[in-house]
T-cell receptor, first 110, second 111 residues
Framework: DAGVTQSPTHLIKTRGQQVTLRCSPK?????VSWYQQALGQGPQFIFQ???????QRGNFPDRFSGHQFPNYSSELNVNALLLGDSALYLC?????????FGQGTRLTVV | GDSVTQMEGPVTLSEEAFLTINCTYT??????LFWYVQYPGEGLQLLLK?????DKGSNKGFEATYRKETTSFHLEKGSVQVSDSAVYFC??????????FGAGTTVTVRA
């Protein structure tokens, strides 16, 4: 089992650009959540997808959007990037109770 | 809303020392509580969990007891190793689907 895989691992973007991050959940997991972890901080919940619908959303602006595909994989899109969007973006998948995290995508906005 | 407050770091210990990291929470209802560990350059790994009051979670020599009366879930290990050097996060899941995390405590164990 490959676990939760995220791509790319690192990314550098310019302010104002758009970015798409990808996540493949652990085999059999139907729920995907995204978190933003700023340097030196704990992860902050962005949103969760289940059955291709956004089930819950955290306190993030509409510039942050997502999608879940029929195979349960997911994308996180961020538009109009700001310097403050620089962070580690973590994807977590779950089938019930326990969440399994990927290694994250390190996004740097310059 | 839900929140988690954990002991500020960094914490530096010698090998075989006793480790404790304090964690308190505020939540509606009866949350489930977790400790996650993050090794350098990696994502989060679940270390242990407790789903109801007085439950004790344990794994790899780490323990934490769900104390409803003090709204706490302190992490302890009796004898740390260099390999325990990492960032530790306390987290809770309340009646909704998200995990709420503390700010993390960096632990460094010296040989």
């Amino acid at each position: 089992d490959a676990g939760v895989t995220q791509s790319p691992t690192h990314l550098i973007k310019t302010r104002g650009q758009q970015v798409t991050l990808r996540c493949s959940p652990k085999s059999g997991h139907d729920t995907v959540s995204w978190y933003q972890q700023a340097l030196g901080q704990g992860p902050q919940f962005i949103f969760q997808y289940y059955e291709e619908e956004e089930r819950q959303r955290g306190n993030f602006p509409d510039r942050f959007s997502g999608h879940q595909f029929p195979n349960y994989s997911s994308e996180l899109n961020v538009n109009a990037l700001l310097l403050g969007d620089s962070a580690l973006y973590l994807c977590a998948s779950s089938l019930g109770y326990e969440a399994f995290f990927g290694q994250g995508t390190r996004l740097t906005v310059v | 809303g839900d929140s988690v407050t954990q002991m500020e770091g960094p914490v530096t210990l010698s090998e075989e020392a006793f480790l404790t990291i304090n964690c308190t929470y505020t939540a509606t209802g009866y949350p489930s509580l977790f400790w996650y560990v993050q090794y350098p350059g990696e994502g989060l790994q679940l270390l242990l969990k407790a789903t109801k009051a007085d439950d004790k979670g344990s794994n790899k020599g780490f323990e934490a007891t769900y104390r409803k009366e003090t709204t706490s879930f302190h992490l302890e290990k009796g004898s740390v190793q260099v390999s325990d050097s990492a960032v530790y996060f306390c987290a809770l899941r309340s009646n909704d689907y998200k995990l709420s995390f503390g700010a993390g405590t960096t632990v460094t164990v010296r040989a």
